[in-house]
């Protein structure tokens, strides 16, 4: 069972407080786009073995949407940031390099 | 005093404290401390139990958890616990234990028939349970699921509700240490010196490990049992430390998370620990391998180490002639314990060509015939054993020379120890073959658990760490539990590890398989995994079908499966399958141990989330009078709604009939207290709930309500409700009962992630507001007089908004209808729900109102035509599929589900559109969920649709149902048939989905 941080509250909780929701970083396309940018938007995912950059709530607790940096492999978390942002912090990536996982 | 217990000694029983229990019935006497199976040996019985396929006679093979055979059910009734292992069991006064696996008796048992059978068709041979599955159905009907009902299963499951208390216990530690054996002990102490919070898990009774059988080891200058006692005494006093016994590390999971199951001397029946750990050591000790040699396991045939075991912890002799068999010195400590006990060894048999290790050595000072260069060809007895034939061993392994037989009722065998590996591998640790040892031992360098950080947080100490001895294994657990702590930052003093002696090991030679005479296919069995019946040629044959990955012949042949999880039937398996495949060990590698280490209760698992906390059940302000007032309870979500109100005598059908009718002819009233409610207010909020709702929301005018379709991505419904613009210009939208919390989160998903620009606020009043439906023709006029609001037509029209007070109460009216009816909805605070229940009730009782459940509800908006959200949705569908466009917005730019709705399949003219139907008997009501075929009699008719809704009308006096069907609505008027059980077919004819009032007139009044 992961133990998860909470980047909004800060609460470090077990996985069972935490929602699932998928890959992050994805770009939504609605109503005049293509077929395949659609189809891909819709359905395809990365589900990469090593890291991954995932989309999480805090269901049980503050309820806020955020972004984990995991490694599907070790499940090593590298770091969780807002859902505001639309690409990993530096400092995450930094630590992922530092695996030798970049 | 029995025959079989020594006259003294027995570190563990208590000889002034006898205890009396049953066994099969008939009362069996032992000392406290004792195990069921000591005490069982200790009066003399060796038949245990009986085989799971072949129901061969079973005696106890281990002393601990490794445990195959001797599995019994104890207590009665509902307290029965079945598959306990009598090793583990300690007997108390009054305990009631059976054998299982046997009918009907424990000596006399048919199903050894199959034994019998075996040896000429082999029925239960590996792979039986996939070949049995090509045989036709009615062979498997008829002939094998009886016969496998019948015969396989361990122990049966209690009946009745476990009157057991269970609880769970969250734990932190910074320092785990699994066992507390020597090197559990050591890690812990080391820990705890340096500072770190510590919980040590012993799942026997007592600290000591197998420092508490052996009596040739010194630690610190003292016996090793003596220096354990100091060692468990010195941590219980630590203020930091948690010394658990009769706890087992049951299971390790990520992040250092671990699961405990201590079954505690008082208090609960079990407490599940769950525990989050900085760091781990598993200091699990190693188990024994037994040896595959022909009937390897006749009642009799034991561990060599547990014979020490019940010498040394209970005094029990397991029998008074002993044979030994033997690949290593370690085994003549049985022997040793054994003459010294009093018991006659008759020889030590010896694989190995030499013996010249200090233990063979000191066998033969005490006048013990060793035997060198000799195997065991086969065991010999009926239910017990007997004799042992033995023989000289050939260069190429075979037996060679003549057999000569040795009368014995004991054989203590010992293949070499394994590291108890099992807690390592739970959780991502790799292993590695060591060659000298002949053994997986764990391999952090390949791979081990880490935690969130990413650094390894779990380390392996002494023996379970492939460190036999016990001077290195002192120093690797001391090692490991200071790195623990020090990795925490607590400064961990160096200690030196205190002198250990015991005699010189020479090496074993591994000895994986012992031929027998003759073929060992022919009535004579090499068993690998006693629990699970399966033989050393049930691996062969798995490897000369192409079960040649470990993990295929492991399925197939079920080696090591299920509760054993491998402890005694792991390496001497794989082995047997390398060697079949002439491939070296660690090519063919190991299977995964899976949690837990021995199985969990199911009552364990609960804890005390069971009857009425296994889920808590939410309750309307009215709960209590639909209690009172006959309410059949429904389930839906975590609510309970009345299904129906029934009265004294009164059939369900007959109670949902009458209320339906109360509702067309006079009025009636439901709790919608269930309904969900979500407020969304800010400035975007008209712009967002555009963007959520397939119709335009931002236009609704204050003091409107307007009927709302919510679609996922897809394009598919998922919600429906009515959205209500209050007076201050706020949205209250309405969800469906079990969709509240889905939608809450739905919206608050797409406002943080999508639209987090968007100036929007929502917020879950499900439970702040009750809602009360009034719907009939005379609503108005039973509620007019309990408010000052005017309730006319023209003051309130349809999906108007009100909001005043009603009986003295705050509330808002909505006039919607989900019965077609004139109707109100009325939501008040939740604490004058029932107030305002009683009011209505009591206001229109002289107008014959009644109160109407879900079932009312549900026939009501069925003869409308109105959908339900979960009967004619199921994931898969549109609105445009249930005739909905008219909700779907054609001007928005953009919506939830647009897109999708524009993929071509969507708008696809074959798809299933919502119809209604009509059976051509009107009496006969469709059953839910049954298909429409185009033609019965085709051999494989095609399907063109299903019902989604049924139900018998008593406004129309006839069946009717809502289902979905090819092209529907172009298809009016056609019949079409429903094929059902045993060549039965009924037909309905395709009509409007509005059965009652097509042109709405009831409503609009």
């Given at each position: 069972m992961l133990l998860i941080t909470c980047p909004c509250c800060g609460v470090s909780g077990e996985e069972t407080e935490f929602a699932p929701g998928g890959e992050a970083h994805l770009k939504r396309f609605g109503p005049g786009s293509e077929e395949g940018e659609f189809a891909g938007y819709l359905f395809y995912r990365k589900?990469?073995?090593g890291p991954h950059f995932e989309r999480w709530r805090h269901a049980y607790g503050c309820g806020k949407w955020f972004h984990v940096a995991r490694d599907?492999?070790?499940?090593?978390?590298f770091g969780a940031y807002k859902a505001t942002e639309t690409a990993p912090p530096q400092e995450i990536l930094d630590r992922i390099a530092a695996r030798g996982k970049a | 005093m029995t025959a079989h217990r020594l006259p003294s000694g027995g570190l563990?029983?208590?000889?002034a404290r006898p205890v009396e229990f049953r066994f099969n019935g008939k009362p069996v006497k032992g000392f406290a401390g004792d195990t069921l199976a000591a005490a069982l040996l200790a009066s003399g019985?060796?038949?245990m139990g009986r085989s799971f396929k072949y129901h061969r006679p079973r005696g106890v093979?281990?002393?601990?958890?490794?445990?195959?055979?001797?599995l019994m059910c104890v207590?009665?009734?509902?307290r029965a616990t079945p598959n306990q292992r009598a090793t583990m069991v300690e007997i108390a006064p009054g305990m009631s234990a059976r054998s299982q696996n046997h009918w009907p008796s424990l000596e006399w048992d048919?199903?050894?028939?199959n034994a019998a059978i075996a040896s000429v068709a082999?029925?239960?041979?590996?792979g039986f349970y996939y070949k049995t599955f090509l045989f036709p159905r009615i062979a498997w009907k008829h002939l094998y699921e009886p016969v496998i009902r019948q015969s396989a299963g361990l122990g049966p499951a209690p009946e009745g509700v476990d009157p057991d208390e269970y609880e769970h216990l969250h734990a932190f530690a910074d320092v785990l240490v699994i066992g507390a054996g020597m090197a559990g002990l050591a890690a812990a102490r080391a820990a705890a010196e340096a500072g770190a919070r510590v919980i040590v898990a012993e799942q026997?009774?007592?600290?000591?490990g197998r420092l508490l059988s052996e009596s040739d080891i010194e630690i610190g200058g003292m016996p090793g049992a003596d220096w354990a006692a100091g060692e468990a005494a010195a941590l219980a006093a630590m203020p930091n430390v948690t010394l658990l016994t009769?706890?087992?590390?049951?299971g390790l999971y990520d992040h250092g998370y671990a699961l405990l199951d201590e079954e505690p001397?008082?208090?609960?029946?079990r407490r599940l620990w769950r525990v989050r750990a900085k760091r781990i050591v598993i200091a699990t000790g190693a188990i024994e391998r037994p040896l595959a040699f022909a009937?390897?396991?006749?009642?009799?045939?034991?561990l060599a180490g547990a014979v020490r075991d019940y010498l040394a912890l209970?005094?029990?002799?397991?029998?008074?002639e002993i044979v030994v068999f033997a690949?290593?010195?370690?085994?003549?400590r049985t022997a040793l314990a054994a003459h010294l006990a009093g018991?006659?060894?008759?020889a030590v048999i010896d694989c190995r060509a030499e013996a010249a290790g200090a233990l063979p050595e000191a066998a033969r000072a005490a006048g013990i015939a060793v035997r060198t260069g000799?195997?065991?060809a086969k065991a010999k007895g009926g239910?017990?054993?007997?004799s042992v034939l033995v023989a000289k061993r050939a260069a190429d392994g075979r037996v060679a020379g003549a057999l000569e037989e040795i009368g014995c009722d004991v054989l203590a065998m010992s293949g070499g120890w394994s590291p108890a590996v099992h807690l390592f591998s739970h959780c991502g640790g790799k292993l590695r073959w060591d060659e000298a040892q002949a053994m997986f031992r764990p391999a952090p360098e390949r791979g081990a658990p880490t935690g969130a950080d990413g650094e390894v947080n779990t380390f392996v100490a002494g023996a379970a760490n492939g460190l036999l001895s016990t001077a290195e294994g002192l120093a690797d657990a001391l090692a490991a539990g200071a790195r623990a702590a020090s990795d925490l930052g607590f400064s961990a003093v160096a200690a030196e590890a205190p002198s250990a002696t015991e005699p010189g090991m020479t090496p074993l030679q591994p000895l994986w398989f012992t031929p027998s005479v003759?073929?060992?296919?022919?009535?004579t069995k090499h068993f690998l995994d006693f629990q699970n019946d399966v033989t050393a040629a049930d691996v062969e044959l798995a490897a000369r079908e192409g079960y040649e990955s470990i993990e295929h012949a492991k399925r197939y042949t079920t080696l090591?499966?299920?509760?054993?999880?491998?402890?005694?039937s792991n390496i001497n398996g794989l082995a047997t399958l390398a060697n079949a495949l002439a491939a070296p060990i660690p090519e063919v590698g190991t299977t995964t141990f899976r949690p837990p280490w021995t199985p969990l209760s199911l009552g364990s698992i609960a804890g005390r989330d069971?009857?009425?906390?296994?889920k808590p059940v939410r309750r309307t302000p009215m709960h209590d009078w639909h209690e009172a007032n006959g309410a059949d309870w429904e389930p839906v979500g975590e609510w309970r709604r009345p299904f129906t109100y029934r009265r004294a005598g009164e059939s369900r059908e007959a109670s949902v009939a009458r209320e339906v009718r109360a509702v067309r002819e006079a009025a009636g009233m439901l709790d919608a207290s269930t309904l969900g409610k979500l407020l969304v207010t800010g400035p975007d909020a008209g712009r967002f709930l555009d963007l959520l709702?397939?119709?335009?929301?931002?236009t609704l005018k204050p003091g409107a309500c307007r009927y709302g379709l919510m679609c996922n991505e897809n394009g598919f419904l998922f919600d429906d409700g009515v959205v209500a613009r209050l007076p201050n210009g706020d949205f209250l939208c309405h969800t469906t009962t079990g969709g509240a919390e889905r939608v809450h989160g739905w919206m608050e998903e797409w406002l943080q992630?999508?639209?987090?620009?968007?100036?929007v606020h929502v917020a879950n009043l499900t439970e702040q507001f009750t809602q009360i439906a009034v719907a009939g023709p005379k609503a108005r006029e039973i509620l007019q007089p309990l408010t000052?609001?005017?309730?006319s037509a023209s003051a309130l029209p349809f999906m108007g908004i009100a909001e005043g007070e009603m009986a003295g109460i705050p509330v808002r009216l909505f006039r919607i209808s989900f019965s077609g009816e004139l109707s109100y909805e009325i939501a008040a605070p939740a604490h004058r729900g029932r107030a305002l229940w009683d009011a209505i009730r009591e206001a229109g009782a002289g107008q014959g109102i009644q109160p109407y459940g879900t079932e009312a509800l549900h026939v009501l908006r069925a003869e409308k035509g109105f959908i339900m959200i979960g009967d004619e949705t199921d994931?898969?569908?549109?609105p445009q599929d249930l005739?909905?466009?008219?909700?779907?917005?054609?001007?928005?730019?953009?919506?939830?589900?647009k897109r999708a709705q524009e993929r071509p399949f969507l708008s696809h003219p074959e798809r299933e559109r919502l119809v209604g139907l009509e059976t051509l008997e009107p009496g006969k009501r469709l059953p839910d969920g049954a298909y429409a075929v185009?033609?019965?009699?085709?051999?494989?008719p095609e399907v063109i649709g299903r019902v989604t809704s049924s139900y018998l009308s008593p406004t129309l006096g006839r069946a009717i149902a809502l289902g979905l069907v090819k092209r529907g609505p172009e298809r009016m008027g056609e019949v079409i048939s429903f094929p059902l059980e045993k060549g039965e077919v009924m037909q309905a004819r395709i009509v409007?989905?509005?059965?009652?009032?097509k042109e709405g007139a009831r409503q609009n009044v």
């Open positions: 589900n990469p073995k599907t492999v070790t499940l090593e978390i | 563990l029983i208590d000889r019985r060796t038949l093979v281990a002393a601990g958890v490794e445990e195959p055979n001797a207590g009665e009734g509902p048919v199903g050894a028939v082999p029925v239960f041979s590996a026997g009774p007592r600290a000591g009769r706890c087992q590390g049951a001397k008082e208090g609960p029946s009937n390897n396991d006749l009642p009799g045939v034991m209970w005094a029990v002799a397991p029998g008074r690949n290593n010195d370690d085994a003549y018991l006659t060894v008759k000799m195997i065991v239910k017990a054993l007997k003759g073929k060992y296919a022919h009535g090591g499966m299920a509760t054993d999880q491998g402890k005694l069971a009857g009425t906390l296994f709702y397939t119709n335009m929301m931002s992630t999508e639209w987090p620009e968007l100036k000052g609001m005017d309730l994931g898969t569908v549109t005739g909905l466009s008219w909700a779907v917005s054609k001007k928005k730019a953009d919506f939830i589900g185009a033609d019965p009699a085709a051999k494989t409007d989905p509005v059965f009652y009032d």
